[in-house]
């Protein structure tokens, strides 16, 4: 499976933008997929994920009521949209997919098995 996010940009505090995750190979709907985010100098953290058939949703404190994960998966594609931008959202954002054998009851500390590229977002002020 390859993932190839994209969508981010530069967005002033208070903005809005929205990630697109593309996939190719593979069936898509095999997989959850997350988004996580690392900012210069920190580690990688999770966002958010959307289950297999997109009925159920998880985000990180940090962004909940902020961001939106949504799938869609006749196109292959997972999105996430970012509201209400802060200066800490500012990172490189990558797509995850996660197959139910890496899956271990917490979208945030399972082993997701591909990764895209990822795609920077940066606020400013």
Known sequence: VQLQASGGGLVQAGGSLRLSCAASGGT?????????????????????????????????????????????????SVYLQLSSLKLPDTAVYYCAALAVEGYNGNYRTSRYAYWGQGTLVTVSS
Not at 46 to 68: E, H, I, L, N, Q
């Open 28 to 76: 898509f709907s095999d997989y959850a997929m997350g988004w996580f985010r690392q900012a210069p100098g920190k580690e990688r953290e999770f966002v958010a994920a959307v289950s297999w058939m997109g009925t159920s949703t998880y985000y990180a404190d940090s962004v909940k009521g902020r961001f939106t994960i949504s799938r869609d998966n006749a196109k292959k």
